[in-house]
């Protein structure tokens, strides 16, 4: 009952204070074991049978409703987005948390695998020089690094710097001509911060929210990286309030992208403006490192027609 009370008070406040975010981070699914728990004690034998029925109930009610809220609200294992063969654009971010010396070819491969029109490596230092990828990309295309991004596209890049480098709060800007796919350039920011447990995330949400609002960059159109903030958290709608999670419009299935192995959290995330939206949205093993890579499919929206005729 600890372990369920400290999870409902960490959804409730969130990560809001730094005491909050502990219980925030408490996985759903060492929840719903706890409530299997709570309800094989609760079957034990008792001098009222009234009373022990009432004990199976209300665990059976608290398991219930804590499974609903796993599989339809955090994870939508039953949600599909509808399918539109409206041309888009394929995008792909992957955290590879500094991959390791000896292994730039499995990276490479999966790189390629992934075949992104717009692909944004956070943390890639000897996969971007790989001559494989320079042949993918062909010659009129070079990978464009902003510390500690890596992007590498067929698409023109018309601008890419650095907004924040303010310690380990990082966020950099990308200006892309997207014209042919989505009808307009769109501008990315990409992001990367810290992972320090003790760090409270709500502090670092307010100094990159002060550190960006004293930049003269246009609003972004999609933000990615990697946030080391869960999904749905206060936190993260701190950050970036108006814009939608693409998980929320075209992801279902289990969504979370670290660890790796043993995926618990949702750490890696794409905000979207209303300029553009996601048809899908697909978390992927890359069978190497410590992240999965997000990879979705966007497309134009009404919002993008209107303001590109203004």
Known sequence: MVVVLGWLIGHIASDRYSWSQWLLWIPTPAVLLATLLGLAGASRPAKKPRLRRRRLGIWAAIGAAIGVYFTTIEHRFWFRAAVTDVPGLRLVHWNMSHEKRGRYDAHVEKI???????????????????????????????????????????????????????????????????????????????????????????????????????????????????????????????????????????????????????????LDHVLLADTVRASTYELIDPEIGRHLVQVLRLVATSSSQSRDTQ
């Not at 200006?175 to 990315?188: C, K, N």
């Not at 990159?208 to 080391?228: H, K, M, Q, W, Y």
């Open 112 to 266: 390629l695998e992934l075949g992104g029109d717009l692909t944004i490596l956070s943390h890639s230092i000897g996969t971007r020089r790989s001559e494989r990828l320079q042949a993918w990309l062909g010659e009129s295309a070079k990978p464009v690094m902003v510390r500690p991004f890596t992007v590498l596209t067929r698409l023109p890049i018309l601008e890419a710097r650095a907004l924040v480098a303010n310690d380990d709060i990082l966020v950099a800007m990308f200006q892309i001509d997207t014209s042919d796919r989505l009808g307009q350039p769109i501008t990315v920011y990409a992001v990367d911060f810290p992972s320090d447990l003790r760090r409270s995330r709500a502090e670092v949400a307010r100094t990159a929210r002060r550190l960006l609002e004293d930049t003269s960059a246009p609003p972004p159109d999609i933000v990615v990286g990697d946030f080391n903030m869960t999904r749905g958290s206060a936190s993260l709608r701190m950050l970036f309030p108006d814009l939608e999670h693409a998980y929320k419009q075209a992801g279902h299935g289990y969504g979370a992208s670290y660890h790796r192995a043993v995926p618990l959290f949702h």
